[in-house]
């Protein structure tokens, strides 16, 4: 039997698809962990919440600020995965085999998103708790008879909680059909090998990947750029989106690499796989910065009152040290290691940098949100402290709805394991 597994790069699955022998890894007990966090992290966001909102009359707003910021991280996980697996689909990458099984379980987590999102929408009815100022009447918002008819018919046409939570409603539509379908046709192929099925998931791949990119742009807009009312920048929605892209990449490489030490996962795992694993993160923080420089180059050379704020705001206060640390766990150290084989080779190496790189991550989402609040360069390290709670607490309660979901099927999707390299040859 070993040998065989070593020819073919498959393991033999059992009924539950895990494999066989006592390998297996404990669903349970590691829910219960993401469970625990979720309360502690829960718990401490509304302990932090409370003391806030009795502190200062801004106080409920920055709640609502800190629950955008953990909402706005996680949904990255469903839709990031939904687009890559188009992505690995219309390529048939040999990561997207390893990862798909992470990727699909994540995309299942929509319904929890979408719960979850349900404080937001109804935050932004309430003028004093809306993150988005344009919750408030514009006459508060404005400086001059002018500025305030121009907000006053953006407000009215796209900018009221009305028509945001029918967006949404539409967005959650968009994405969880687009979901299903993936799902079920990859279940399909993996339980009769039915080639029709796998066929149709081949060939939505590319309408998969058009309502990635298209729904991103709304989303980007409605979610994260319409905090600043002054802000607009076409880059960002292209931000957004590699963000999403990395944070559900080092996701999947982070899982992968935990449960390689189990079967079926440790008889397939190839020095090949780890290196393209760790080159591909590479290129996503090159695309990152890439992206992210153009906006700032942009910006700087339009020269626009507009515009200029959204960095000003950035770079006072106590965020300059956060874009600095951004600029060099983000960029500079990612790019010095992960061009090391050492690094790519060593499983716990590359595991800690996909780790950490996801950590950053969800630092970037606080850096687009935290800092265009009235009040962000107050009290920093407790908004930080109160986001980082936000960020851990809804985690936790997405990690346990994962687990259950990552737990129903084989770890591996049997039905393709011949375009791995090596796998097709024989004895």
């Known amino acids: 039997?070993?040998?065989?597994?070593?020819?073919?790069?498959?393991?033999?699955v059992n009924g539950n698809g895990h494999g066989n022998g006592t390998d297996n890894p404990e669903?349970?007990?590691?829910?219960?962990?993401?469970?625990?966090?979720?309360?502690?992290?829960?718990?401490?966001?509304?302990?932090?919440?409370?003391v806030i909102a009795s502190a200062s009359p801004g106080g409920t707003r920055q709640f609502f600020t800190s629950y955008l910021v953990g909402w706005v991280f996680w949904l990255s996980l469903p839709i990031g995965c939904m687009g890559f697996l188009g992505i690995h689909y219309i390529t048939g990458s040999s990561w997207g085999v390893l990862l798909r099984r992470m990727f699909e379980a994540a995309t299942r987590t929509l319904p929890l998103m979408a719960v979850l999102f349900i404080p937001i929408a109804v935050s932004t009815f309430s003028e004093s708790a809306s993150p988005y100022p344009w919750s408030r009447p514009v006459?508060?918002?404005?400086?001059?008879?002018?500025?305030?008819?121009?907000w006053q018919a953006k407000f009215d046409n796209w900018l009221n909680p009305k028509f945001?939570?029918?967006?949404?409603?539409?967005?959650?539509?968009?994405?969880g059909v687009?979901?299903?379908?993936?799902?079920?046709?990859?279940?399909?192929?993996?339980?009769?090998?039915d080639i029709y099925a796998r066929r149709y998931m081949e060939n939505f791949s590319g309408p998969v990947i058009f309502i990635f990119a298209l729904f991103n742009m709304f989303a980007a807009t409605d979610f994260v750029m319409s905090i600043e009312l002054n802000f607009s920048s076409t880059m960002f929605a292209l931000i957004y989106s590699i963000n999403q892209l990395l944070t559900c990449f080092t996701f999947g490489v982070a899982v992968f690499l935990t449960l390689a030490t189990i079967s079926p996962l440790k008889e397939i795992l190839r020095p090949k796989f780890q290196i393209d694993m760790g080159s591909?993160?590479?290129?996503?923080?090159?695309?990152?910065?890439?992206?992210n420089f153009s906006q700032y180059m942009l910006i700087w050379i339009a020269n626009l009152p507009e515009e200029i704020p959204y960095y000003l705001k950035r770079t006072r206060g106590g965020w300059e040290y956060v874009a600095y640390i951004m600029l060099i766990f983000h960029f500079a150290m990612p790019f010095v290691l992960l061009l090391f084989r050492d690094v790519k080779l060593h499983r716990g190496k590359l595991r800690a940098m996909a780790i950490f790189l996801f950590c950053i991550?969800?630092?970037?989402?606080?850096?687009?949100?935290?800092?265009?609040?009235?009040?962000?360069s107050e009290g920093l390290p407790l908004f930080l402290l109160m986001d980082v709670a936000?960020?851990?607490?809804?985690?936790?309660?997405?990690?346990?709805?994962?687990?259950?979901q990552l737990k129903k099927y084989p770890l591996l999707p049997t039905q393709y394991l011949s375009q791995l390299p090596g796998a097709h040859h024989a004895h």
């Open 361 to 376: 991550c969800a630092l970037d989402v606080i850096w687009w949100l935290e800092p265009a609040t009235d009040r962000a």
């Open 27 to 50: 669903w349970q007990k590691l829910q219960k962990l993401t469970l625990l966090a979720g309360i502690i992290g829960i718990g401490v966001f509304a302990v932090l919440g409370v």
């Open 139 to 150: 006459e508060a918002l404005t400086e001059s008879q002018s500025q305030e008819v121009d």
């Open 280 to 291: 591909f993160m590479l290129a996503l923080c090159l695309v990152w910065c890439y992206m």
């Open 178 to 193: 687009t979901i299903f379908f993936i799902n079920k046709w990859s279940n399909k192929v993996e339980a009769t090998g």
């Open 1 to 12: 039997m070993s040998s065989e597994v070593a020819s073919n790069g498959a393991a033999p």
């Open 390 to 404: 936000a960020v851990v607490g809804i985690g936790g309660i997405w990690g346990f709805v994962f687990l259950g």
């Open 164 to 175: 945001f939570a029918l967006r949404a409603v539409l967005y959650f539509a968009i994405w």
